[in-house]
């Protein structure tokens, strides 16, 4: 017996046909773009190992990322999460360190009649024309000296005043005054103990008023790259 079909059969069989086709096709087409994937994503780790043995902490966090980010289901990806974390938790802590130490600058110079050794910081807050310089000072007449140096016209200290400060949180009052010569200065009476605290804290809190129009601030100083040995210590006085 003879079999017909009916004509929107043949139609449909034809369009299955074709997508077979264009589904075979589109597979050929993405296999040399996954291998080209594949390649560079090879290429780009042994970048980034080459990097870890030159101890590039930064470039090779960069490049781990980028590998994480672009190829993230590759051979590449498996072997960069298994060492990228540690790195970038050590880059990250190096970074900080040399934030913090890039804060203080050290001197070592003629001043008045003597030789001074300073080490000095600002304020992180307030910032830009408002920084207050928080100064350590060695001087072969004078002694050692710890002060905070503004400008405008100083601060507001009568007579003897104690400031609202923190260590690391932990409240402190420190005692100051204002220099007699009209310096924008307040001297910190008991610059050992403040000294001592200081080398224990990262960050130190001080509440101070300003002579400009008596206005209130609280000066924060994020004190935890202070290196001890870069402030030079001084002959004493024969």
């Not at 264009?22 to 773009?33: F, L, V």
Request: glycine share 8%; proline share 4%.
């Amino acid at each position: 017996m003879k079999l017909t079909f009916h004509p929107s059969v043949a139609v449909l069989c034809g369009v299955l046909a074709l997508a077979g086709c264009n589904s075979q096709d589109q597979e050929q087409a993405a296999a040399p773009a996954a291998t080209a994937q594949n390649d560079e994503a090879a290429r780009k780790l042994d970048t980034y190992r080459q990097l870890q043995r030159i101890h590039n902490d930064e470039m090779t966090v960069t490049m781990g990322h980028d590998i994480l980010d672009r190829y993230p289901d590759s051979a590449a990806a498996k072997e960069v999460e298994q060492t990228l974390p540690a790195i970038e938790k050590r880059w990250k802590t190096e970074s900080e360190k040399r934030r913090l130490d890039a804060l203080w600058s050290y001197q070592v110079s003629p001043m008045q009649g003597g030789t001074q050794s300073t080490a000095t910081i600002y304020s992180s807050q307030p910032s830009g024309n408002d920084r207050v310089r928080l100064v350590l000072r060695r001087h072969t007449e004078w002694g050692q000296n710890a002060f905070l140096y503004g400008g405008g016209h100083g601060f507001v200290c009568r007579g003897n005043c104690t400031l609202h400060a923190t260590f690391d949180g932990k409240e402190h009052g420190i005692k100051a005054f204002a220099p007699s010569t009209g310096e924008p200065a307040l001297m910190i009476r008991d610059d050992k103990d403040f000294i001592a605290r200081l080398q224990k804290t990262k960050k130190i809190t001080m509440d101070v008023t300003f002579a400009d129009g008596e206005k209130e601030a609280t000066l924060v100083y994020e004190v935890g790259g202070f290196d001890p040995a870069k402030w030079k210590a001084l002959p004493k006085k024969k």
